[in-house]
């Protein structure tokens, strides 16, 4: 499996906190890599500095063997990295459709408007938004938006894709209808990154999960490998009996 | 296609009205009513595609009229350039001064770049009336004889108002091409949310600066021929404060955003400015009328007139 995003050494400090520090990662192709890790671990920083957002203040990382430290997001959107937020950030007052449209035009393929517009009511239909899209985007639940974080990155035809918390805050039956497309997604050669909170889900989604603690990567593997390991018990389970009751709901 | 739109052929016909009307039995009065009007159209629908569109507010959009004007004059006298040609290199020469500006200023979001447009606008000022070759602060004067090109100085009249109503149509007519475009997509998307606009893909800061400098040409363009028409111009008169929040009413008032709404609103309240200007008892008795009417807007009917009507989708595809 080929590396599709490599991170060498990567580190972001914020005045005297380190938030990501030394951190080298890797995901393959149509890999998708769990993220966990307490609350300030600093996963959402990571993100920020994989999509540029945030300029690493060491270290280097690669999309699809191109070195894009430092780029600006909208560039790496052209090179086909596309993320949702872990709050959804809708174009309030703009309708679902042109929303997805948005996301399919400035992403990896730049398309004009019209073939933008056919991606997007199909990106739509996938997603289950499709009678929503005439809505303002600010009018639909937390769930619908949700859904249309991950409508607008999909639209952009990604190569690999950052999902921040799109489980949050959904009910067990919306988890469950996530997490069938987020597999799905991956199905069609997308590679993914996810950031959840939910053990249970991610345990199920990933192929591969790296936990972060203070910036640093304290464990990596597969999923009943991880929940097994002390330092992730410690850091973030809590107790060992969680990590057993995780480990037999695999 | 921009021709499939009602509203391409309504800005036509508003723009064939304009020039018939007044110029059929020589109504000169209606002329320089009409022509106020249709300053306040360029003005206000060119800022908004700053305000509107993009969500930037611009307090010192009138810097763009003035600085065309100054230099369209200083090309006709000082330089005996014919009027359109100079027109016209007032409006690229500030359009490309506004794109650097706009590379600078537009780092700046919300309040603080609305505080730099109004540092710009004062900044101009100062230096125009400092400024030698544009006569500092008593500005600058046409000589009869620049009229003599255009037949004399009544056909010159009808001339640069043929030219401002043209100017006002071209820009009905951008706001119309930028709105349904994917650039005009980019900009709403950065209204919205300018940061999930960079993820997204759009290219903000220059999508910004483009808008910026788009915004500044056909204002220039018109100050270039209002104030060869006025024959003079002077500091005070060409970067008017007032003028540009004047423009900011209007916008609010026909609803923001809206290609329409610029120009009903324009229209609206430069009859009303007329009309109140002109009752003997209070002297700028607009401004009070003016600022009430924002606050009334702002509060009770953010999307104004046309944001009303919107409420009928059949008159929304009209109108956009």
């Known amino acids: 499996m080929s590396a599709i995003l490599q991170g060498r050494d990567v580190s972001k400090r914020f005045g005297g906190l380190l938030a990501v520090s030394e951190l080298s990662f890797e995901v393959g192709q149509g890999e998708i890599l769990g993220l966990i890790g307490p609350n300030g671990a600093g996963k959402t920083t990571l993100f920020n500095v994989i999509n540029g957002v945030y300029k690493p203040n060491t270290g280097e990382i690669t999309l699809a063997g191109r070195n894009i430290t430092g780029s600006p997001p909208n560039k790496l959107a052209h090179l086909g990295l596309a993320r949702t937020h872990q709050i959804p950030q809708p174009l309030n007052e703009m309708t679902v459709l042109d929303n997805v449209i948005?996301?399919?035009?400035?992403?990896?393929?730049?398309?004009?408007?019209?073939?933008?517009?056919?991606?997007?009511?199909?990106?739509?239909?996938?997603?289950?938004?499709?009678?929503?899209?005439?809505?303002?985007?600010?009018?639909?639940?937390?769930?619908?938006?949700?859904?249309?974080?991950?409508?607008?990155?999909?639209?952009?035809?990604?190569?690999?894709?950052?999902?921040?918390?799109?489980?949050?805050?959904?009910?067990?039956?919306?988890?469950?209808?996530?997490?069938?497309?987020?597999?799905?997604?991956?199905?069609?050669?997308v590679s993914i990154i996810i950031i959840e909170h939910l053990m249970h889900a991610i345990m199920t989604v990933s192929d591969r999960v790296m936990v972060l603690n203070f910036g640093m990567k304290i464990a990596e593997g597969r999923p009943d490998e991880v929940v097994r390991d002390p330092a992730v018990v410690e850091a973030y389970l809590g107790s060992a009996d969680i990590a057993d009751q995780l480990r037999e709901g695999q | 296609m921009i021709l499939k739109r009602p509203f391409f052929w309504i800005t036509m016909a508003v723009t064939a009205a304009f020039m018939l009307l007044p110029w059929r039995g020589n109504n000169v009065e209606m002329r320089e009513t009409l022509i106020l009007i249709a300053v306040a159209i360029i003005l206000a629908s060119n800022l908004n595609l700053m305000i509107g569109y993009t969500g930037y507010v611009n307090f010192g959009n009138i810097v763009f009229f003035g600085l065309g004007g100054y230099a369209g004059l200083y090309l006709v006298t000082g330089r005996g350039w014919p009027l359109i040609g100079a027109a016209l290199a007032a409006g690229v020469a500030v359009s490309i001064f506004a794109l650097l500006l706009g590379l600078a200023i537009l780092r700046l979001r919300g309040a603080y770049f609305a505080l730099a447009t109004i540092g710009v606008l004062e900044a101009v000022r100062a230096f125009v009336s400092n400024f030698e070759p544009w006569g500092r602060s008593a500005g600058m004067y046409v000589t009869f004889d620049v009229y003599q090109p255009l037949g004399g100085p009544m056909k010159a009249l009808w001339t640069t108002y043929f030219l401002v109503t043209g100017v006002m149509g071209l820009s009905l007519l951008l706001s119309l091409g930028i709105k349904t475009s994917k650039f005009g997509l980019g900009l709403f998307a950065i209204r919205e949310n300018e940061d999930a606009a960079v993820v997204l893909g759009v290219n903000t800061a220059l999508y910004k600066a483009i808008v910026y400098s788009a915004s500044a040409f056909l204002p220039a363009v018109a100050g270039a021929l209002i104030f060869f028409k006025n024959g003079m111009i002077e500091p005070e008169q060409a970067f008017d404060l007032t003028l540009s929040i004047e423009a900011i009413v209007m916008i609010m008032l026909g609803g923001q955003g809206t290609v329409a709404g610029s120009a009903v609103g324009a229209g609206l309240y430069e009859q009303l400015r007329g009309y109140l200007l002109t009752q003997p008892t209070l002297s700028n008795f607009h401004l009070v009328i003016a600022g009430a009417l924002l606050l009334i807007i702002v509060l009770f009917a953010p999307l104004g007139l046309i944001g009303w009507t919107h409420r009928w989708r059949p008159m929304r595809r009209m109108l956009e």
């Open chain 1, 102 to 189: 948005a996301g399919a035009c400035f992403g990896r393929e730049y398309l004009r408007l019209l073939p933008a517009e056919k991606v997007a009511l199909e990106t739509l239909q996938y997603v289950g938004l499709a009678e929503r899209s005439h809505v303002l985007a600010k009018h639909l639940t937390l769930p619908g938006k949700k859904r249309l974080e991950v409508a607008r990155a999909l639209a952009a035809k990604p190569k690999l894709l950052l999902l921040d918390e799109v489980l949050a805050g959904l009910n067990p039956t919306e988890v469950g209808q996530m997490v069938e497309l987020i597999r799905d997604i991956r199905k069609q050669g």
